[in-house]
């Protein structure tokens, strides 16, 4: 058996003691430290980004505009730069945006995806070899239904994930949401971003989830609460426009929250960065605990139906990340303290990343023997074990 240190994140809170790992499974929670941790810190769940688009991380300049200057289909701005891109860009944007998020204690994302069946195929390739888990979201290479294409999309994607109801004859969403559901696949879509929609509408299509709802009533939020419909939402996106996820009443009103990074041209796919944003962007409006904020950044990992699986319990998949921040008395805050610097083990399945020693990072930085600054990717590792 292995161990990990420090405090450990179960379902009913914080041990300070060890987790024991043997064969990928989390074999025991103890009170008692162990003799030879391989890390020592604040053990979580892996976190799960629970909305990405990383097929635009390529796209690097500066961006100015609206959500449907840049984002919307056809014609924004996205959507033009994927058209004329090569695969290698696009896969080498994804390439990155994971290694940033597995470096950031991410060991999980719902992806939605762009550029049909090319897209979908453009995200395995960009995760090949790294234990992180897509979850992929893929949608009509055109703004229209055509049966076969949906069919090939729902045989290599987990599910499909829409842009929004306003993009699309509502008759097409309805037959997208049916053929995901029929392939016992997920739905999810875009909804109340740019201003409010039906909410009885999104629901009839029985989503997963749904994403934003920025622009939402108390009422529609209490009926996404009312009917297990959690929202994941994506608080720094939000702010690029002027605008914010109303975090307290989501929570008062009980609706289920994950949270997402968007799009990565945009944001960097850090959830430590999104974590800290979320939980000022909630003080502004209201009450808010840390521990809500980092819950949200955990769920969603094991499947949307679990009631509550933002800690470990034995018997599952040993899937962590250890943050090698200063303890003080309540964790959760600790997390809050935390950067993607402070990320030492990220340990998914099979394979393993571990940071070099901090305390040579906290040095200036200094040439290696190999004559690449410490701390760079290149001094890090993933090893087999
Ligand atoms: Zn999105």
């Known amino acids: 058996m292995e161990s990990v240190n420090g405090s450990v994140l179960s379902v009913k809170g914080f041990i300070d003691g060890s987790i024991g790992i043997e064969d990928g499974v989390v074999v025991e929670l103890s009170k008692k430290k162990a003799a030879d941790p391989a890390a020592t810190g604040i053990v979580l769940p892996a976190?799960?980004?629970?909305?990405?688009?990383?097929?635009?991380?390529?796209?690097?300049?500066?961006?100015?505009?609206?959500?449907?200057?840049?984002?919307g289909p056809p014609s924004g701005l996205k959507h033009r730069m994927l058209a004329k891109a090569t695969e290698k860009e696009v896969v080498s944007g994804i390439e990155g945006a994971i290694k940033t998020m597995v470096h950031g204690g991410t060991g999980s994302f719902w992806d939605f995806r762009e550029t049909g069946i090319d897209g979908a195929r453009m995200l395995f390739k960009g995760c090949l070899g790294i234990g992180i888990e897509p979850v992929c979201m893929g949608r009509p290479k055109a703004m229209e239904y055509s049966k076969e294409e949906v069919a090939a999309l729902l045989r290599i994607c987990d599910g499909l994930g829409i842009s929004s109801m306003r993009d699309w004859p509502y008759?097409?969403?309805?037959?997208?949401?049916?053929?995901?559901?029929?392939?016992?696949?997920?739905?999810?879509?875009?909804?109340?971003e740019v201003n409010r929609e039906d909410i009885d509408k999104a629901l009839d299509l029985k989503p997963a989830f749904l994403v934003h709802m920025i622009y939402a009533s108390e009422s529609d939020l209490q009926r996404c609460a009312d009917s297990s419909t959690p929202i994941a939402i994506c608080p720094r996106s939000n702010a690029f426009f002027g605008k914010l996820p109303n975090i307290p009443m989501m929570l008062s009103k009980g609706v289920t929250l994950m949270l997402g990074t968007d799009?990565?041209?945009?944001?960097?796919?850090?959830?430590?960065?999104?974590?800290?944003?979320?939980?000022?962007?909630?003080?502004?409006?209201?009450?808010?605990?840390p521990a809500d904020i980092v819950r949200m950044a955990i769920r969603g990992r094991k499947g949307l139906s679990a009631p509550d699986n933002s800690g470990f319990r034995i018997g599952d998949r040993a899937r962590l990340a250890v943050l090698d921040?200063?303890?003080?008395?309540?964790?959760?805050?600790?997390?809050?303290?935390?950067?993607?610097?402070?990320?030492?083990?990220?340990?998914?399945?099979?394979?393993?990343?571990?940071?070099?020693?901090?305390?040579?990072?906290?040095?200036k930085?200094?040439?290696?023997?190999?004559?690449?600054?410490?701390?760079?990717?290149?001094?890090?590792?993933?090893?087999r074990r």
């Open 263 to 289: 799009n990565a041209m945009l944001n960097t796919p850090s959830m430590l960065r999104e974590i800290d944003f979320a939980f000022r962007a909630a003080k502004l409006q209201g009450d808010v605990s």
């Open 47 to 71: 976190f799960c980004n629970a909305h990405t688009h990383l097929g635009d991380a390529f796209i690097r300049m500066k961006l100015e505009g609206t959500v449907e200057q840049l984002f």
């Open 365 to 383: 930085p200094r040439k290696s023997e190999s004559g690449r600054p410490r701390g760079s990717h290149r001094n890090t590792r993933r090893r």
């Open 171 to 192: 008759s097409e969403v309805q037959k997208l949401s049916l053929d995901a559901r029929r392939a016992g696949k997920a739905f999810a879509i875009h909804c109340s």
């Open 325 to 363: 921040v200063p303890a003080g008395k309540d964790p959760y805050s600790d997390v809050l303290r935390a950067t993607d610097a402070d990320v030492a083990l990220v340990w998914l399945g099979e394979e393993r990343w571990q940071r070099q020693e901090k305390e040579s990072r906290r040095e």
